[in-house]
């Protein structure tokens, strides 16, 4: 057993909590909180599973990491805290760990990473020995592996799209929702997410993965950004209320270009209520999300991902979708050794020895 060792109980911690307790080859070691309720608690109630066990949760990083634990599911949220992931995870790796993460978005395409995020998370790996693989759902395996094995499909190709359409008020994470999204505030908001280069920042990377899968060289990125305001106000389960007039709606492309033409696209269309902005693209049979990839060719090839989790929620579905990915790679990294690894590397593996137990 792979002793394992989960950083962060939130919405992508739970899932994680969940994946490695069903892993055949890992084993839960630790579970790290920085909520001081959490602290004491046992990992099956906080992985909101129907047993314990046996791990309580504990805030205590250096203990944890002073135990040299074989691998690290950091968990932990890096979208307004980089700095502080970049941090933990390179602390996590100078002690020897695998870590796996969907937390640092400048380290999905690891080997074209800035050198401020790349250099320091080398060096710790390099010092003590650790391995590094990010990766999510979008980013992640929806803009990664996913494309590339319909692709491998057609015997021509014109243009690879990786859509998100997704209602957000199933989105439990407020503050992305309303404050790195803008949803919910007026239209000269101007929210970080979509702040000019932020998305060549976050998507840049799996675009530059998927053009060297594909043999490409990309001349440059586009960005196409639409807004939309709420005709009326919204009141969510999840997060409250979202006034009329308010932003409601979002369609956000970032475009590799190939030979001045904009041959990969990853697209979100994300709304707050499946009212606004019904002319933009939806979810099949009107769900409240779906991933989706579009290869323009011969054949023309569509496929789309719809999960589920916790009671039938799709956003809790994509993260656990992505947590599935991290985990079962766990294993492959270990044997793999030290370094920093992507998704062109990580080969997509079956689940095996799981098949119909739980």
């Known amino acids: 057993m792979i002793p394992t060792v989960v950083w962060g109980t939130g919405n992508v911690g739970r899932a994680a909590i969940r994946a490695v307790a069903a892993?055949?080859?890992?084993?839960?070691?630790?579970?790290?909180?920085?909520?001081?309720?959490?602290?004491?608690?046992?990992?099956?109630?906080?992985?909101?599973l129907d047993r314990r066990l046996g791990v309580a949760a504990t805030d205590d990083v250096a203990g944890v990491l002073a135990a040299a634990p074989r691998a690290v599911v950091y968990a932990a949220s890096g979208d307004v805290r980089m700095d502080g992931a970049l941090e933990d995870v390179s602390?996590?790796?100078?002690?020897?760990a695998v870590v796996v993460t969907p937390s640092l978005y400048?380290?999905?395409?690891?080997?074209?990473?800035?050198?401020?995020?790349?250099?320091?998370?080398?060096?710790?790996?390099?010092?003590?020995?650790?391995a590094l693989f990010v990766s999510g759902v979008d980013p992640g395996w929806a803009n990664d592996v996913l494309p590339l094995l319909v692709s491998g499909l057609a015997s021509e190709i014109d243009t690879v799209r990786c859509q998100e359409v997704f209602d957000y008020s199933t989105y439990d994470q407020e503050d992305a929702v309303r404050h790195l999204i803008g949803m919910g505030h007026p239209l000269d908001y101007q929210p970080l997410m979509l702040a000019e280069g932020i998305p060549e920042m976050i998507w840049g990377g799996q675009l530059r993965l998927m053009a060297k899968a594909l043999g490409?060289?990309?001349?440059?990125?586009?960005?196409?950004?639409?807004?939309?305001?709420?005709e009326a106000t919204v009141v969510t389960d999840t997060m409250g209320e979202f006034p009329a007039g308010t932003q409601g709606a979002v369609r956000l492309e970032v475009r590799g270009l190939v030979e001045g033409e904009p041959r990969i696209v990853i697209e979100h269309v994300t709304r707050i209520h499946a009212a606004c902005a019904p002319d933009w693209p939806v979810p099949p049979?009107?769900?409240?999300?779906?991933?989706?990839?579009?290869?323009?060719?011969r054949p023309r090839i569509e496929v789309t991902v719809e999960a589920t989790d916790e009671g039938g929620n799709r956003a809790a579905g994509g993260n656990a979708t992505a947590?599935?990915?991290?985990?079962?790679?766990?294993?492959?990294?270990?044997?793999?050794?030290?370094?920093?690894?992507?998704?062109?590397?990580?080969?997509l593996r079956a689940a095996a020895g799981r098949l119909g137990k739980k």
């Open 91 to 96: 602390r996590a790796l100078r002690a020897g």
């Open 216 to 230: 490409a060289e990309l001349g440059g990125v586009e960005e196409k950004l639409e807004r939309r305001a709420l």
């Open 285 to 297: 049979g009107g769900g409240a999300g779906a991933h989706r990839v579009i290869i323009e060719g």
């Open 106 to 130: 400048g380290m999905y395409d690891c080997a074209g990473a800035p050198q401020e995020i790349r250099g320091p998370l080398l060096e710790a790996a390099r010092a003590g020995g650790g």
């Open 23 to 48: 892993h055949p080859l890992l084993g839960l070691s630790a579970v790290l909180v920085s909520n001081p309720a959490k602290v004491g608690r046992d990992a099956g109630e906080l992985g909101g």
């Open 323 to 347: 947590v599935g990915r991290l985990v079962n790679a766990v294993d492959w990294l270990v044997d793999a050794g030290p370094g920093l690894y992507d998704a062109l590397d990580v080969p």
